[in-house]
């Protein structure tokens, strides 16, 4: 299994585990701060210098959900 595979199962087994103990999606919102407060410290914790990699990141993350909006498709 690939590495992308692995991190695809860790992710819908994360969303469904986040599904079964709230299972209202208005209460999502605190833990998706959360998990991209967690991934930032480790951005940083591996190199400074992709602190401004993940501001990108954040960025194109955020015109994704702008165009999720948009067209109704990821």
């Keep these: 299994m690939s590495t992308d595979d692995e991190l695809r199962d860790l992710l819908k087994n994360t969303a469904s ?18 998990l991209l407060a967690a991934l930032e410290k480790q951005a940083a ?21 702008r165009n999720r909006f948009r067209t109704g498709g990821w």
Excluded: F, G
């Design 17 to 34: 585990e986040i599904k079964r103990l709230s299972n209202n999606p208005r209460t999502w919102h605190s833990w998706m701060v959360y």
């Design 45 to 65: 914790d591996i190199n400074p210098a992709d602190a401004k990699s993940y501001k990108e990141m954040l960025s194109a993350l955020q015109d994704t959900i």
